[in-house]
């Protein structure tokens, strides 16, 4: 059974930066699309970033240039950094897995994270 675990949330002024983390467990790693969704209080799930098997990232307009997302096939793990944080990005982000081809849409992803709470203060 696949588990994502995410990490490093929290609570920080705008302008600051987070890394958020993944950790996977069961299934194949290496042959898993990786993406990051957020939701917001109130506001429909939306997509941030993918990161294919072969390292191909992908992100949505609104954090591209600001958010960088790594793996580590060797950990199974997923990095998303957060720089230059704005009041917007306010929301839990998820995790999501899926085997095959990277996907912007969350209903093509068949594993997901409990999520973590980042808050972006003014």
């Known amino acids: 059974q696949v588990q994502l675990v995410e990490s490093g949330g929290g609570l920080v002024q705008a302008g600051a930066s987070l890394r958020l983390s993944c950790a996977a467990s069961g299934g194949s790693f290496g042959d898993f699309a990786m993406a990051w969704f957020r939701q917001g209080t109130g506001k429909e799930r939306e997509f941030v970033a993918f990161i294919g098997r072969d390292h191909v990232t992908v992100y949505a307009d609104s954090v591209k240039g600001r958010f960088a997302l790594s793996r580590d096939d060797a950990t199974s793990t997923v990095y998303l950094q957060m720089n230059t944080l704005k009041p917007e990005d306010t929301a839990s982000y998820f995790c999501?897995?899926?085997?095959?081809?990277?996907?912007?849409?969350?209903?093509?992803?068949?594993?997901w994270g409990q999520g973590t709470q980042v808050t972006v203060s003014s």
């Open positions: 999501a897995a899926r085997y095959g081809l990277s996907s912007i849409y969350s209903m093509n992803y068949d594993y």
